[in-house]
């Protein structure tokens, strides 16, 4: 295996008109995505490609890329070969469960040379997303100076806009046979979650890219439950949901989703010798200090509770 890198963006286009009339206004438009370019190349340097996957959320997009990844090690080209990846199947056995219940919103879609070669889920990507890509794949993999080619493409169809462009390194990662670097960065509502991660070859076993793809996406979707499931708890205590709600019912799901996700990072664990740095995402303690975060933004609706005499004001300490 030939050495893997790759890097997660979490990102937010805003495109404005760049002389809104009277009549139009000021139009805006907001694309949001997550993205992570795959360049896959066998051990003999043979046969080589390179993919971008988008998603709706951070951990779809990685761990499409996982399997992705851990295919065309395995069997080689994942579209010139007869029997090609199925996109489909890796798809849905990743969203199955959680995500495909309680996850409306998901999208993903992947792309080559520019054009998208798999696209699912019951969300919407914004068609700008597609737009960037192409231009990408013109500017030859410059993708800062995509945005200049996209603006020239509005402009050849007669509008000009303004583009912004927001991005932020969710993780970054680089793997060889025998050690594996991941590097962490999750800016959340409360605090900014930051570590590193490295698994070192045991037991003859190499380390694989698919391997420490899995283990971030398990951490990446952790750190997301923890919060939901700390706000959600906090809700319960002062009765703003009910125990029969949707809500609650989803929060009690992610309880146990991170208990799975716990379970994969365990075996990764035992499989690789791996080490953090400052230390191991702790879900638990996550999960406790969103519910402490939650009383702050909480504190509107439960002093209206109190004032209704619904809440005895000695069962609240700010």
């Known amino acids: 295996m030939s050495e893997f890198n790759t890097s997660l963006l979490r990102e937010k286009f805003v495109i404005h008109d760049a002389m809104p009339s009277e009549l139009t206004g000021d139009e805006t438009i907001t694309a949001l995505s997550n993205r ?6 066998s051990k003999d340097r043979i046969t080589s490609e390179t ?33 090609p990846f199925r996109w489909d199947k890796a798809y849905t056995s990743i969203t199955k469960g959680y995500e495909e219940q309680y996850n409306p919103q998901r999208w993903v879609a992947v ?8 696209e699912d889920g019951p969300g919407e990507r914004h068609p700008f997303l597609d737009i960037v890509e192409q231009c990408d794949a013109r500017n030859k993999g410059d993708y800062e100076k995509a945005m200049e080619i996209a603006k020239d493409a509005f402009k050849q169809a ?10 932020n390194v969710a993780l970054i990662m680089k793997v060889t046979e025998q050690e594996g670097k991941c590097g962490v960065i999750l800016r959340g509502p409360n605090k ?20 420490c793809l899995t283990a971030a996406a398990a951490f990446l979707e952790g750190i997301q439950l923890a919060f939901l499931i700390g706000m959600s708890k906090q809700k319960l205590r002062y009765e703003l949901i009910a125990h029969a709600s949707d809500e609650a019912q989803k929060a009690e799901a992610a309880s146990h989703k991170v208990g799975r996700l716990n379970s994969a990072i365990s075996q990764f664990e035992n499989m690789l010798n791996v080490s953090y740095r400052p230390d191991r995402p702790n879900f638990a303690a996550m999960i406790d200090d969103a519910e402490e975060f939650s009383r702050k933004i909480l504190s509107a609706e439960i002093e209206a509770k109190i004032a209704s005499g619904e809440l005895d004001k000695g069962d609240w300490v700010v």
């Open 36 to 41: 992570m370019k795959v360049k896959l190349v």
């Open 51 to 83: 993919y971008v996957v988008r998603a709706q959320n951070m951990h779809t997009t990685v761990r499409l890329a996982a399997q992705m990844v851990k295919d065309f090690y395995d069997y080689g080209s994942l579209t010139e070969r007869p029997d």
């Open 111 to 118: 792309y080559q040379g520019g054009r998208s070669v798999f």
């Open 158 to 167: 007669g509008k000009l806009v303004n583009i912004e462009h927001d991005s």
């Open 192 to 211: 900014t979650t930051t570590f590193n991660m490295t698994a070192h070859a045991k037991k003859g076993r190499p380390v694989r890219p698919s391997q």
